[in-house]
């Protein structure tokens, strides 16, 4: 992927301006599928804050501010409580930390379900005070009058099908879909319902691969894979999962880093040291001129 983007010097005092550079569009995106086939696979990846979107943005064509933050950053039973306030904080944060990827947010549970109008109004919302350019909803052939509604009214939405983790009281908990005839027709038809209605994208979640697969060709719009298939359009994980900040590591997540060992081992090094009165050193302290 060429870029022209620099990662830039910000400490955890300072945040410097870099040079405006391009941000990838929306249409952009959407254009790489032609003819049902993708040459260049999308890289998407989520981000809660601006440190992890500018460490991000460079590699990633797509930073997803998702409604996972419930979880990941509030320590929430689920995604459910999560609040339109939070996406906003955390989006905007997202915005300011990058400036190469698009960034897309999630609309949260409640905030979206109950009529296009409703949809229209925060989402609105959402792009005018985080500055994002797309929302994701989750749903399928049941959001297809709002996702038409929306991207009529100049907001790009990407839908979300198979898992969907807002609707885990209905579906009983977070395991892979499309085992049974019925399921599997129904995420083919789902995405292909948003895909009809102008999504640009929908992401599919915890899929059994052949569906993965199947609803990949039946749709015209780029599919976003996590737990579903390396033949998806693009693909999506939680950072914090592919990071390794968590021990444990569900089926479709590859660990391409122990972070949660690194911090471990680096904080029981600086107890040690703060103990030991051997940090802050000469290195680190100020001393008279
Ligand atoms: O909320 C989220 O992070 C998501 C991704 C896992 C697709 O929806």
Redesign the pocket.
């Given at each position: 992927m060429s870029t022209t983007f620099q990662l830039d010097t910000s400490t955890s005092r300072s945040h410097p301006t870099p040079t405006p550079l391009r941000r990838v569009t929306i249409p952009a995106i959407r254009q790489r599928k032609v003819d049902g086939v993708t040459a260049e696979p999308v890289v998407m990846l989520?981000a809660y804050t601006a440190r992890q979107a500018q460490l991000l943005d460079e590699h990633c064509d797509l930073i997803?501010c998702?409604?996972?933050l419930g979880q990941v950053i509030y320590g929430l039973p689920s995604?459910l409580q999560v609040t339109l306030e939070m996406m906003i904080a955390h989006g905007a944060a997202v915005v300011r930390g990058s400036y190469h990827a698009a960034v897309v947010i999630?609309m949260p549970f409640g905030t979206y379900e109950a009529s296009p109008q409703q949809a229209f109004t925060n989402a609105a919302r959402v792009l005018a005070e985080t500055g994002a350019g797309s929302v994701?909803l989750e749903g399928g052939a049941a959001m297809a009058e709002t996702v038409a509604f929306l991207t009529q009214r100049g907001i790009p939405v990407m839908g979300?099908v198979g898992l969907t983790?807002q609707a885990v009281n209905v579906l009983g908990g977070y395991n892979a879909r499309g085992r049974s005839d019925v399921e599997a027709k129904k995420i083919v038809a789902d995405a292909k319902a948003l895909s009809d209605a102008g999504a640009y994208a929908v992401?599919i979640?915890g899929v059994v691969e052949p569906i993965a697969i199947a609803a990949t060709k039946a749709v015209s719009c780029l599919t976003i894979g996590?737990g579903a298939s390396a033949q998806c359009d693009g693909q999506?994980l939680?950072t914090e999962d592919m990071m390794g900040m968590f021990e444990r590591v569900p089926r479709f997540v590859k660990r391409y880093a122990a972070m949660a060992e690194t911090i471990s081992e680096a904080v029981a090094q600086y107890a040690a040291d703060v103990r030991a009165r051997s940090f802050p050193g000469i290195e680190q302290t100020y001393q008279p001129k």
């Amino acid at each position: 992927m060429s870029t022209t983007f620099q990662l830039d010097t910000s400490t955890s005092r300072s945040h410097p301006t870099p040079t405006p550079l391009r941000r990838v569009t929306i249409p952009a995106i959407r254009q790489r599928k032609v003819d049902g086939v993708t040459a260049e696979p999308v890289v998407m990846l989520t981000a809660y804050t601006a440190r992890q979107a500018q460490l991000l943005d460079e590699h990633c064509d797509l930073i997803l501010c998702g409604d996972s933050l419930g979880q990941v950053i509030y320590g929430l039973p689920s995604s459910l409580q999560v609040t339109l306030e939070m996406m906003i904080a955390h989006g905007a944060a997202v915005v300011r930390g990058s400036y190469h990827a698009a960034v897309v947010i999630d609309m949260p549970f409640g905030t979206y379900e109950a009529s296009p109008q409703q949809a229209f109004t925060n989402a609105a919302r959402v792009l005018a005070e985080t500055g994002a350019g797309s929302v994701k909803l989750e749903g399928g052939a049941a959001m297809a009058e709002t996702v038409a509604f929306l991207t009529q009214r100049g907001i790009p939405v990407m839908g979300h099908v198979g898992l969907t983790p807002q609707a885990v009281n209905v579906l009983g908990g977070y395991n892979a879909r499309g085992r049974s005839d019925v399921e599997a027709k129904k995420i083919v038809a789902d995405a292909k319902a948003l895909s009809d209605a102008g999504a640009y994208a929908v992401v599919i979640e915890g899929v059994v691969e052949p569906i993965a697969i199947a609803a990949t060709k039946a749709v015209s719009c780029l599919t976003i894979g996590i737990g579903a298939s390396a033949q998806c359009d693009g693909q999506v994980l939680v950072t914090e999962d592919m990071m390794g900040m968590f021990e444990r590591v569900p089926r479709f997540v590859k660990r391409y880093a122990a972070m949660a060992e690194t911090i471990s081992e680096a904080v029981a090094q600086y107890a040690a040291d703060v103990r030991a009165r051997s940090f802050p050193g000469i290195e680190q302290t100020y001393q008279p001129k």
